[in-house]
């Protein structure tokens, strides 16, 4: 039995580059050709839909960059290119990542005639001082005006991306923001930390005033209670949903599902009888038209080596409170049960992880706690204590 099967959709372009950001993206605002990359992008997909011959999509992911640079015209263009190459799901989830600053009046009601039936927003913070630190063009009354416009056309789906661990944020400006974003009742909302990736403007200068190590961990325990106490259950690292409303495309990644890539810089995970594998991309747009254009091959093939796929399926996998199922272990790296009792022997041994009934494992508090250090017993070369 194969994985399920996700697409995943990269539009790189953006007004701007947030200091922070590490993704592939990339500035160019009205400049983008993007006509030219979504004649690229329908392309790619020929050669997406060969890999994917036969199964079912489940959900469809438009990430960046910032999606919403694209009118909702283009949208509709691509999403209706998607669905004449491949069968989708009655419920597919098609999420959108949303820029509040890019979202005109009237655009969600396109978006979702075009398809679109879940929008992320990436809001990060509903303070406006701290927006403009971190290099956003919107500011908080954007992020409630985007939010508005698309209940207001039907959207009932939708994410409010918050960050902490801001430059000079308090335990109280961080779950006023948090107060903020469960005011506006979305259905899911991603609140992660501030982290100093290479290759970011903060990374090569960091804020002065960073929340210490200390201020940091009590800010997520106390904007963990308070979304509990709104109703968001924490269902990943950084994820909480109500009423369920998880987002599904991300845990088919969680889960070490199939994924199709289609655009610039974008990574895909395929399997099948013989093995599984990963393929990228080329990252520069530019350099990914012209590859699609001249119908070289692109997005070769890579195994995943059988010694590294515990760890690979690990390193999502215990993000996820709940944990998973020996069953899905098995079915989707195609390794036996006792294969999974013997890696797992080390963290359970340490109180990192748990085996519940129906044999399913999970990480345990303080396995969540320090989450690095129960993927770091499953590194392949990991020596024995």
């Known amino acids: 039995m194969l994985s399920p099967l996700s697409l995943y959709v990269h539009l790189p372009w953006c007004v701007q580059k947030c200091p922070y950001c590490d993704f592939n993206s990339h500035i160019a605002g009205d400049a983008a050709p993007r006509r030219r990359y979504l004649d690229a992008l329908l392309r790619d997909l020929d050669t997406e839909a060969d890999r994917g011959a036969g199964r079912r999509i489940e959900t469809v992911f438009l990430g960046g960059g910032t999606p919403s640079l694209f009118s909702p015209e283009e949208i509709a263009r691509l999403l209706a290119g998607i669905r004449r190459r491949f069968e989708l799901a009655d419920n597919a989830e098609i999420t959108m990542e949303a820029n509040p600053g890019t979202v005109e009046c009237g655009a969600p009601a396109g978006y979702l005639d075009a398809g679109v039936n879940r929008l992320s927003f990436g809001g990060q913070s509903f303070n406006d001082d701290l927006l403009q630190r971190i290099g956003r063009i919107h500011n908080s009354d954007d992020i409630v005006r985007a939010v508005t416009d698309a209940r207001a056309v039907g959207v009932g789906n939708f994410n409010i991306d918050l960050m902490h661990g801001l430059p000079g ?215 024995p204590d």
């Open 169 to 383: 944020q308090s335990i109280a400006t961080a779950l006023d923001d948090v107060r903020a974003a469960v005011s506006l009742e979305p259905t899911h909302i991603s609140w992660y930390q501030l982290t100093l990736e290479p290759n970011t403007v903060f990374f090569a200068r960091p804020p002065a005033d960073l929340p210490d190590e200390e201020t940091a961990y009590e800010i997520q325990d106390a904007g963990q209670a308070l979304l509990a106490a709104s109703g968001y259950r924490q269902y990943e690292v950084s994820a909480y949903a109500r009423d369920a409303t998880v987002c599904h495309h991300n845990m088919n990644y969680w889960l070490f599902g199939d994924y199709l890539a289609a655009g610039a810089g974008a990574h895909g995970k395929i399997s099948d009888a013989c093995g599984v594998y990963r393929y990228i991309k080329p990252a520069n747009p530019l350099q990914y038209m012209k590859i699609i254009e001249a119908g070289e091959d692109e997005g070769r093939l890579t195994p995943i080596a059988a010694s590294d796929l515990v760890f690979e399926f690990m390193l999502n996998a215990l993000r996820l409170t709940d944990g998973f199922s020996e069953s899905v272990f098995c079915q989707r790296t195609g390794l036996g049960a006792e294969v999974l009792v013997s890696a797992m022997a080390g963290a359970r041994a340490r109180g990192l992880v748990s085996r519940e009934v129906d044999s399913v494992w999970l990480p345990t508090a303080l396995g969540r706690r320090f989450l690095n250090d129960l993927q770091a017993e499953f590194l392949p070369d990991r020596a």
